[in-house]
């Protein structure tokens, strides 16, 4: 079958490994110091590691490619969870489990404590791009895995704001045109981008920043990513 995949001239690689965060699905990795696809199957052809490259070593060609081996997929699979100690060759679908008991109790939970949402609907793919809600407002976007991850989306990060929220590796749907249509459309004070610590979610920071660069807004933004287990591990 034909379809479009990555070609990485090595020559011109650095190993900076841009490409590597930009790329939503893990098919690429550093191999001795060289940016390496290392699975076709893995590559969605969509190019977003491209303008990451500083060299300009990543291409997109069209070529004929075998089509989807299971049995291969799942060698993939056990390989990774061998390196990596990973339950599969995605990040994101990483099995873990978390002993919560084990940690001291500070306080008891608010259950009390009322929700910052401010609007519906929350879903990027179905919010208005025209909802008079956008205006002037300090917009979250996050992904869908946050609010479940860290206990205090509402105070943190949700009060006083707009949110809209999505997942990369699932939706079908163009954040980075929509989100620029909303900035473009409406006076957005700020945005602030929350994510994940899985590669996948590196998709809303770059849909984020493209739409940035499209709106020609120069806005406050940041970035905040969360560990798995629920923990704060970077905000910049």
Known sequence: MQRKIIKIDEDKCN??????????????????????????????GLGDCLPECPTGAITLEERETQPFDEQKVAERIAQK???????????????????????????????????????????LKLVPVNATYFAGAHLLVAVDCAAYAYRDMHAKFMRGKVTVIGCPKLDDVDYAQKLAEILKTHDVKSLTVVRMEVPCCGGIVSAAKHALTESGKMIPWRVVTLSTDGEIIEDM
């Not at 490409?19 to 690429?28: F, P, Q, R, T």
């Not at 990040?91 to 929700?115: L, Y």
């Open 15 to 44: 190993g900076c490994g841009l490409c590597i965060d930009a790329c939503h699905e893990g098919a690429l990795e550093l191999v001795n110091g060289k940016a390496k696809l290392v699975s076709e199957s893995y590559c969605d």
């Open 81 to 123: 969870s061998q390196e990596a100690s990973l339950a599969c060759g995605c990040p994101s679908q990483h099995m873990r489990s978390f002993d919560r008991k084990s940690r001291a109790v500070s306080a008891p939970v608010d259950v009390g404590q009322p929700s910052e949402l401010r609007q519906w609907p929350v879903q």
